[in-house]
Every structure is written in structure tokens, then in C-alpha cells.
């Protein structure tokens, strides 16, 4: 997402929007916080779109910076190894600031620095957003490999874990894995592979890589073991000896 495509399909999500909306009038400090991945970023561009950016990490580099500036974002405000004298050095240049947090932070000086607090809810609590998002890195995904199909979007169970970090990622490695050909399947297992073998048991030891993937599909597709068996040419015995052998990739039994 880019500053001016903030998603606000969800109420959340929208109402953080209406609070940047007003912050961009006012010059007050703002934190907003939030787990990674949320748009806090995006939603702090948004709010101050010509401010430079900083991590509060980098304290010497942002501390050098700060007197010649007269507004700045600073991420992950968590990180700062000393937030009495950074905000003293912001307090004393005037500068307005807008930080993002990856949590919400019960500090005096928080209270004291921050006028307006703001938090991002995650992407699991909102649902709405997270189909706007697939869109959205889905049209991103097909301009770059070119891909016009697109994927099967009922079938697909996002990963949240990141939020839209590992949406995006997951996105994007759908889209590629639909345009990829059987030549670069094999030129990617090639590479996986070429650091990985030196024992003894090689073969037995990375037979998964085509056995999980060929049991998920057949399973997916054709429904039952019987009719796997059938389309294999293997035997139901010993069909379902190799399921046990990979269950721990979790194959039905």
C-alpha cells in the first residue's frame, strides 16, 4: 500500500482513516500503534506526506537530523535506546512528529509527547480489509509476471501472521507458482537442492518434495484414495503407506 491507498473497507480501519483525515489539519503529535504489517506506516505518510522517515533504531542518524527539521516520522518508536533525549531534542526544535509503535506503550513520556494516540487493529479483526488487500496485491501480482488468469480466490486461506506482510507474500507467490513452467519448477527445485545434498540418504531424505505435493493434489482433486490409486497406477496398500509415511505434512489418512 502507498500512502494515498490506505484500505478502509473495514470500520477499524475506516475510522483510523477519519482520524489521520483530522490529523492533517491539527499539529499535534501522533503515535500510532499496532502490530506489524497494519498500514502504520502508510497511515503516518499519509498524515505527514513530505516528512522524512526514520527508524527510532537509528539514534544517532536521527538525532543528528532533528534540528533542521520541522516535522518527521519515526518507526518503531519501541526501538529507541533513549526516549528521554530524543524527545527533549524534539521538544526543544519544535518538530512535529508522528511515530508508529508495534504495541501500545504505557509511558509517561509517551503520554506527555503524544497528544493523539491511535491504534491499528490487526488484519484478522478485519476481515473486510483483507479481501480488499488480495485485490489489490493481486492486480500488483499480475502486472509484474504477467500472469492474467489470476487464482482460485474462494480455495485460498490468507496468511495473516504478518498481516498485509505475509498477504502480500503469499499473493505474490500464488500468482508466480500459476505462471510458473515445468522447466522452472525443475531449475527451482535444482537450486533448493543444490546446498542441501551431501548425506548418504539423499534420496529417501528430499523424496517429499515430489511425493507431498503429488498426494495433496491427488487427494484435492480426486476425492478418495481409491481413485488416487487408480490415476497413480499404485496399488491402495500402497498408496496409503506413503500417506503414512509423510502424515506429518499433514495428508489425509
Request: aromatic share 8%; hydrophobic share 40%; with cysteine.
Amino acid at each position: 500500500m502507498d500512502a494515498t491507498n490506505f484500505i478502509t473497507a473495514s470500520q477499524g480501519s475506516n475510522e483510523a482513516f477519519k482520524t489521520a483525515n483530522l490529523l492533517k489539519t491539527l499539529t499535534v503529535n501522533a503515535l500510532i500503534f499496532g502490530e506489524s504489517g497494519t498500514g502504520k506506516k502508510t497511515l503516518a505518510r499519509y498524515i505527514l506526506p513530505s516528512a522524512s522517515i526514520f527508524d527510532a533504531a537509528d539514534f544517532d542518524e536521527l538525532l543528528a537530523i532533528l534540528p533542521g527539521s520541522t516535522e518527521i516520522i519515526i518507526t518503531h518508536l519501541e526501538n529507541s535506546p533513549n526516549l528521554n533525549t530524543l524527545f527533549d531534542v524534539i521538544s526543544q526544535n519544535s518538530i512535529r512528529v508522528v511515530a508508529t509503535c508495534g504495541y501500545k506503550c504505557t509511558h509517561e513520556l509517551i503520554d506527555e509527547m503524544f497528544s493523539v494516540q491511535l491504534s491499528l487493529p490487526p488484519l484478522r479483526e478485519r476481515p473486510e480489509d483483507v479481501g480488499v488487500l488480495i485485490e489489490s496485491f493481486t492486480l500488483e501480482a499480475e502486472g509484474l509476471f504477467g500472469c492474467a488468469e489470476g487464482f482460485d480466490a474462494q480455495a485460498f486461506q490468507p496468511d495473516l501472521s504478518k498481516n498485509a506482510t505475509s498477504l502480500r507474500q503469499q499473493v505474490f507467490l500464488v500468482n508466480l507458482l500459476e505462471s510458473v513452467s515445468e522447466s522452472e519448477l525443475m531449475m527451482i527445485m535444482e537450486r533448493y537442492l543444490t546446498d542441501k545434498l551431501g548425506s548418504n540418504s539423499d534420496y529417501r531424505k528430499f523424496l517429499h518434495l515430489y511425493e507431498v505435493p503429488l498426494l495433496r493434489a491427488g487427494l484435492k482433486r480426486f476425492k478418495s484414495q481409491l481413485q488416487l490409486s487408480q490415476r497413480l497406477g499404485l496399488n491402495r496398500n500402497t498408496l496409503r503407506k506413503k500417506i503414512i509415511q509423510n502424515s506429518s505434512f499433514d495428508l489425509e489418512v
